[in-house]
Structure formats: structure tokens, C-alpha cells
């Protein structure tokens, strides 16, 4: 694998087409919290990767929660008095209100419209709402369609359940060279929403997909979950395990128009989050960094303070920031391909700094060493970015002395990461450098790495 195919433009747009494909496929279905659409999205997936599909029972306590009872939708309409459907689930699974309880009966308008929720400044929008952890019905529609409603006689009907059965979630191992993990979460409960987070799903898979045929230094865990219950969950099951965990990355709203941001984790200046900020200061494109905050995804619970995992959120734009945010426009024509595969691209660039930051120990510190004997000045002499290899050489062997990464190295000197290791490589090679085992966790390493 090269990164820099990551690149190309036309590269970026083909993968970017196949995320938007699996995006188009895993809309039309009817995700929660729990229940069998959440099982049909992890099948899907699972053409794609092996992933391991996990149930958890209702009842099971999780840290302070409870796996809810798991819920489940067949039908829903309401009916004007001349048996018409003036609202059909069949439509759209945004106009039923998440996790509302059965219900069958007639009523007034008025008794009705205690339970719909519009958007009244985008009347021709539907809002996605939910009632997860307390009881309840609703339905969702546009202002518009509410307007349109006579005074009158109603049927409403939700075939929905309320039982004792699962939280299902998806998970996926690739085993690296050691047990030191990297972490990659995405929420999986939203319906027919595509930013929010169908991108995440599909830009995760693609990532797995793309690492799942590499040697890699780290192993790596993908969680396909619902929002705050999953990795509750995860992390309840799992805590043994968590001291494995590294690094993180939580994808979500990762497919708009907008300019990557990326949120930092807890603890503010974790290796991931300087390796996202080297990316993106190198992107040539438009970015935010933003500080870590216990609202938004699944970061607030691998940031918990009894884990503080290094996990940061990557997003373009943040949630509640686009008007589309939780509502029907937030459709496929929100998401575009070429934004979906950007976001893959810098998720793997920042995975292959991860992969390659190492401390190196400088065999000759005592005053420069005579590079251009060694032929080192000639094997950058015909490439264009010759002037600036050079330079990186001499950062790389200044720095070199067991205090400092590359990843600092190439924070310090203001070059790319790519750059910068270039530059190692060489030195490597003529011997004027080793890899420095006691500082560069962890210490198996491989040539092939993300190659
Ligand atoms: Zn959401």
C-alpha cells in the first residue's frame, strides 16, 4: 500500500464512489438503539469485512445503564377518516419517533397533534427524534404536512415492540504485530441519515478493508455501536482489555462538503491528536482543531475519566453545525463522494504516522556527517523536492539523539511526515542511524508496514 495514491484525485473520487455505494445501500433501512435493523446494517457490512456480531441481553447492567429493551417496527400510518394514509412509515422511518411504543387507536387532531414534532422553520423537512429510556409515541413530519391536516377523526397506528431481546453490535479485530490496539468506533443507531452517521459506517469499513490486507505494526479494532449504550457497553465488557487501546479515532459526519474538523482527545495532546493536526496542517485544505468536550459522539465515553483513552472525534462538519443536522435533508445529496474518500484519506495518513513514528538514535553525533561521500545528496539531486530532502536529512540526524520522534521532528521542522521519514529511511540505510528500541513504543517492528 502507498499513501500517496491518497493524493490523486481520481483515486480519491473512485473510493469515494465505492463509501457513497454502501452509504446508498444501508439508507433505506430502519436503525436504533437496538432490533433487526441494526442486524440487516452489520449484514451489509459484512460483505464487505468479517465482522463479529455481538448481542448483549436486555437487562444486562452496564456500568450505571441497562441494555434496553430491544425494539422493533413493522408498520406505522396514520389514517384520515376517509381511510387515507396521511403519513406512512413506508415513506420515510424518520416519521416515527425512535423507540415508540405500539399503539392503535383513534383520536382527535387535537389529541394527535400532542404527539407530532415538525420543524417549523424548515417546513418541508422532517425531524428525527427519539424516545430511548422513557416510554412514549410519536410521529414526525413537515410543517407543511401537518398544516395540511383537516380537523377531524384520526387512526393512528405504530406495529412496533417493545421486548426482551439484544443490543447488537458489530466488531472487527486485525490482529498487528503487537497487542497495542488502535481504536476505531462509529455509531450505527441513526435511520435514514446519511452524514450523521451512515459516512461513519461506510468510511469505517472502508478503512478496514484497506488495512485488513496490510502487515501492521498495531492491531486494530473497529466497533460498529450504538450510540453512548454500545460503547458503555463495550467498555463495561471489555475493561480488561482496555489497556491495550493506544489510540483512537471515533468517524462521524464524515462525508458533507465541509472542511475536516477534528475534535482532540481529553487529554489534549496525545500522539493521535498531533498526528490529525501534522495531516491536516499538510492537507493544503481549510481545517479546525477543536478542543475536547464531554458532548458530541462516542469520545465522551472512551474519554471518561477512569479510561481517558487517546481517542479524538474526525469529522468535516461538526454535528448540530449544518442545518440538515437530525433531519430529513440530511440525505444522499448531502453526502458526496469526493469528501467521503478525503475522509478516508486522512484517517489513513494519520494510521500510517502512527504506524512509522519512531525515535532513532544518530550513529554519528559528533558534528554533522559527510553526506554527500556517502551519496546521499545525489540520490535526492533529480527528484523536485530534492532541496527540501536534504534539509530533512539534517533534521533527522540534529534530532536524532533519543529525545525526540519523527513525529516531533517533523512538528519541529514544519515538513510533512512522509518528508521526514524519507529522510530516516535514507539515513538508515547508510547505517547512520538506529532505530532507538527503549524509546519507540511499541518495539516490534516491521519493513512492510503500511508500505
Ligand atoms: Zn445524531
Redesign the pocket.
Known sequence: MNTSRYREQGYLEAIGNEIFHLISDLYPICRSLTGDGVRETLRVIGRLIPIAVNEIPTGTKVFDWTIPPEWNIRDAYIKNSNGERVLDFNKSNLHVVGYSGPIKAKMSLRELQEHLFTLPDKPDWIP?RTTYFREGWGFCMSHNQMGALESGQYEVCIDSSLEDGHLTYGELFLQGQTSDEVLIST?TC?PS?CN??LSGIAVATHLARELSSLSLRYSYRFLFLP?TIGPITWLCLNERRVSRIKHGLVLACVGDAGNTTYKRSRRGNAEVDRAVALVLKHSGKEYELLDFSPHGYDERQFCSPAFDLAVGCLMRTP?GRFPE??TSADNLDLVKPLSLGDSLAKAISTLYILEHNRSFLNQNPKCEPQLGRRGIYRAFADQKDGGLQEQALLWVLNMSDGRFSLLDIAEKSGMSFETIKKAADVLLEQDLLKEDRYLSVPTETTEEVLR
Open positions: 428525527y455509531h441513526h441519515l450523521d452517521n450510540a454535528p443536522y437530525h
